[in-house]
């Protein structure tokens, strides 16, 4: 895989059987998903996306569109193609790894072998609450705290971090107050949707409608938690991706006195 400023790969695994393609919550960075590197295990190689205006790419300008931040991810899309992926959005990151699926598609690239999403409302439904992303600074901070929580209180203290925080999350909260689902057929690939069960953002029975936009399975699992989930559910939910994408062995097939078949257990 070649180095690129979209993507970061915090522990290279060349010999992994499938690549995790991580896309961050609104204001989010590929440090949100750090804690989970390990967690993968050696089969998996973690690639957490980098969206412009964070991260490594802090210096760029944060985008105002879904359309425009998968532009810059499909551009450079071929090398993460070279073995089997799967997607994992949250919050706003399900959005942009919906969208990039089915850019891939429309493009006939490789697709992924599976889609899973975190905290995100489905697509079609739109945003849950007015928007927000034109208040001003103190408004649009409280509204951000009140709806999601989760804004680090270090962030508070630091004016500086404030300043790149707040800029990035009011680009992504433009981008996701302003899009509008086109509708197109399902996806090939199955689904599985977590949702917090503590969540008041984003509920588990506005997370079911995701079944609408997958012609294979889908899957949603109600996990302890809010709208950002602790340790201990991100632990069960990296089991549940491990369960579903890494190949199974197939089970080993021996003959019977009588000349059949029959499985190894």
């Known amino acids: 895989m070649v180095p690129s400023s979209d993507f970061f790969v915090p522990q290279p695994r060349s010999s992994a059987s499938v690549r995790l393609l991580c896309f961050p919550h609104a204001g989010g960075a590929p440090t949100a998903f750090f804690p989970w590197i390990t967690l993968l295990g050696p089969d998996i190689e973690g690639v957490c996306v980098q969206y412009p205006g964070r991260g490594q790419r802090f210096r760029e300008k944060s985008l105002t569109s879904i359309p425009e931040m998968v532009d810059g991810i499909v551009r450079r899309f071929n090398d993460l193609s070279s073995k089997p992926f799967a997607f ?101 690939m199955p689904i599985t949707a977590f949702a917090g069960a503590a969540d008041d953002a984003v509920t588990a029975a506005s997370m079911e409608e995701w079944a609408i936009h997958t012609d294979a399975e889908f899957e949603l699992n109600v996990v302890p938690g809010g709208h950002f989930f602790p340790p201990s559910t991100v632990e069960t939910l990296i089991e549940t991706i491990r369960d579903r994408v890494i190949p199974k062995p197939a089970t080993p097939m021996v003959r019977t006195a009588a000349g059949g078949t029959s499985a190894c257990k």
């Open 88 to 188: 994992y959005g949250h919050s706003l990151g399900g959005w942009v790894a919906f969208e990039l699926a089915r850019r891939l598609r429309r493009m006939g690239m490789p697709t992924p072998q599976h889609l899973f999403v975190g905290a995100s409302r489905p697509p079609h439904l739109g945003p849950a609450f007015d928007p927000i992303h034109a208040l001003p600074e103190t408004e649009f901070i409280e509204a951000l705290q009140t709806r999601y929580g989760g804004i680090p209180t270090v962030i508070y203290q630091d004016r500086e971090i404030l300043n790149l925080f707040t800029a990035a999350m009011r680009a992504d909260f433009t981008a996701y107050e302003l899009h509008r689902m086109e509708h197109e057929a399902p996806l090939p």
